[in-house]
């Protein structure tokens, strides 16, 4: 007989490579092949408040490092 709690432990164990699996699959599926992070968002949001985008309006601009859902 195991003891109390390590069923549970397996199952986060296997939890934590399963989510470590699908994470590294998501990347892959990035053109950049790499986490976002805080300053990808930043640079957006600069560029959509500078002069050079005060032409842009009512547009999407997808920051989301390639990755496309189908």
Known sequence: M????????L???FA???AAERHAHCLSE???ARPQ???DVDAAVLFLLSR???F???QLLPVNGGFVMN
């Open 16 to 18: 934590r490579a399963l």
């Open 52 to 54: 050079g985008a005060g």
């Open 37 to 39: 992070v805080p300053a």
């Open 56 to 58: 842009i309006s009512g």
């Open 11 to 13: 199952g986060e164990n």
């Open 2 to 9: 195991s003891p109390p709690g390590a069923a549970r432990g």
């Open 30 to 32: 990035r053109a950049t």
